[in-house]
């Protein structure tokens, strides 16, 4: 994390390339939400004054969408309200 | 029978603009609040309690139940209060809700508020994610626009108020009374109960104090009944429930099924170990549940199901280990946060983890002496169940479930270090300059 700014799948590599970029003052985007601003920005909107960056980046990380994916791809979902399937007989217990 | 997978809560994560309240509204969103709102606020918290739906925090305590123990004839304000401090090590569930879809939650606070006779809800998130806060201080600010949360909620006359407060990061404010004294202004530390926070909590008023997934239910089940609710899950564990797999699987991930799902159906899913190893433990909860081998993995991931192995469900963080881990090492990783995350109120807690660690470190090194595997339990014994909150018994469960599984693991530290036994950029899930896999 950058100023509490998600990096995802970091390498040490990858690391020092960052740690490079944000020495240059260039400008760094996370990989799960908005450009990296001064510490001071992200603290103020910790405080509770919004800086109008909400809108930036992704709805979610690849990963998390892991389990919805799959779920697409297999035609799964949650049962139709209007259409439940019959209760299983109860099993024997334990 | 339902399907393996049931997306609700995760239906809409990496749809473009999903935290959107345009979006929202566009799948459905603030129709419960609507159906809620013409309903009586028993008639609600009965509606739960039939659903079924248990704390999604970890200690899966029954939620309308707990919404029915705040005394309504008590004078003062009652509050609504959401945990959103997700700190349990390997738990990644609400922070990704709050960030792909921050007003199922918001409508779910809505129709909790109302619920209890709450004017006025707080929801305590972790500060140690910007990008979430920002999109929850949005989503309240659209639902305030939109007339869902505020001065005359949808036209009914009620008033509800949410409020985003920014934790500063501290696991132990994860931890529902210190979360309250957090919220309150002060140093986050544990409180004594009795009292209860249904009683007597924020502000010394009856409060009922959620988890995000749990409040996030909510608007759901009202939308789609209880028996819809019921036909997911086991028989003490209804619904669905969001998984977090990470570790050593070939795909990591979120993974949104009916309670009772198996640790082999989830390891299927994200197939399986990564190429080339083979289990060699994991986590059902996090790190404070109690560690389970490859002989659990047919056991329903449900709070019954746990519990009968000797561990806890907790908060469905699974982490997997391969056969490149060191144990001991894992174990010394986890207890170190525990020493760091200590409040330091109770003595048990503040000395004891600190003492783990130092014992930990020796096994790491290969130093430990003869007999220190029987002092790092007889530790435990001083340090578990003897502290305002649980935040020691989870160092105390990693450690004793470590050494109860892998002890002779252990006694290797007696002579070898541990990343001779098991080199460890071997564990790593990145290869370095150099490295072989």
């Not at chain 2, 393996?4 to 419960?32: F, H, I, M």
């Not at chain 2, 609400?94 to 709450?118: C, F, K, N, Q, R």
């Not at chain 2, 707080?122 to 201080?137: D, K, N, P």
Request: proline share 6%; glycine share 10%; net charge negative.
């Amino acid at each position: 994390m950058v100023n509490w700014e998600f990096f995802d799948n970091m390498t040490p590599e990858k690391i020092d390339e960052l740690i490079e970029k944000l020495m240059n003052g260039e400008e760094v985007v996370a990989s799960r939400g908005a450009t990296i601003t001064s510490w001071k920005e992200a603290e103020r909107v910790l405080a509770g004054f919004p800086d109008g960056r909400a809108d930036e980046g992704p709805s979610a990380g690849h990963a998390s969408c892991l389990g919805r994916r799959i779920a697409a791809e297999r035609g799964w979902s949650a049962p139709d309200p209007n259409n439940l399937p019959a209760p299983e007989p109860k099993e024997e217990s334990k | 029978m339902t399907d393996l997978l049931t997306p609700v809560l995760s239906e809409q994560w990496g749809q473009d603009r999903s935290w959107k309240l345009g979006r929202y509204e566009a799948t459905g969103g603030y129709r419960a609040l609507r159906k809620a709102l013409a309903m009586q606020p028993l008639e609600l918290i009965d509606l739960v309690k039939e659903a079924g739906l248990r704390g999604r925090g970890g200690a899966g305590f029954p939620t309308g139940m707990k919404w029915s123990f705040v005394p309504q004839d008590n004078p003062n304000p009652k509050y609504l209060v959401v945990n959103a401090d997700e700190s349990e090590p390997g738990t990644c569930k609400d922070m990704p809700l709050l960030m792909a879809s921050p007003h199922t939650l918001v409508e779910g606070v809505l129709i909790s508020a109302y619920a209890i006779g709450s004017k006025q809800a707080f929801i305590y998130c972790r500060g140690e994610v910007l990008h979430v806060i920002r999109r929850l201080q949005q989503a309240v600010k659209e639902a305030y626009e939109a007339g869902y949360a505020g001065k005359n909620v949808m036209g009914t006359g009620r008033d509800i108020d949410v409020i985003v407060h920014a934790g500063a990061g501290a696991y132990i404010c994860g931890e529902e009374t210190a979360l309250l004294d957090s919220l309150e202004g002060r140093r986050g530390q544990p409180r004594l109960r009795p009292p209860f926070p249904a009683v007597a909590g924020l502000y010394a008023s009856p409060t009922v104090i959620n988890n995000v997934e749990s409040i996030a239910s909510v608007p759901s089940i009202v939308a789609n009944g209880a028996a819809w609710f019921q036909a997911m899950g086991t028989e003490k564990s209804k619904g669905m429930t969001i998984y977090s797999l990470s570790g050593h699987v070939a795909n990591a991930g979120q993974f949104e099924a009916p309670m009772g799902i198996t640790m082999r159906q989830l390891l299927d899913l994200a197939g399986g170990i990564r190429a080339g190893h083979e289990l060699k433990f994991f986590t059902p909860g996090g790190s404070s549940t109690p560690i389970l081998t490859p002989a659990s993995l047919d056991v329903p991931l449900d709070y019954e199901g746990m519990a009968s192995a000797g561990t806890m469900l907790g908060t469905k963080a699974l982490q997997v280990f391969d056969e490149t881990t060191s144990v001991v090492r894992t174990t010394l990783r986890w207890v170190e946060f525990y020493k760091h995350e200590s409040c330091g109120k109770c003595t048990p807690c503040r000395e004891g983890s600190w003492w783990l660690v130092q014992l930990l470190m020796r096994f790491e090194a290969g130093t430990a002496e003869e007999g220190d595997v029987d002092k790092l339990l007889d530790i435990c014994d001083n340090i578990g169940g003897k502290s305002f909150c649980a935040l020691a018994d989870g160092a105390v469960a990693c450690t004793r479930s470590a050494v109860n599984n892998f002890r002779s693991e252990f006694e290797q530290g007696y002579h070898t270090p541990a990343w001779e036994l098991f080199p460890y950029a071997k564990s790593a899930l990145f290869t370095t300059e150099g490295d072989a896999r």
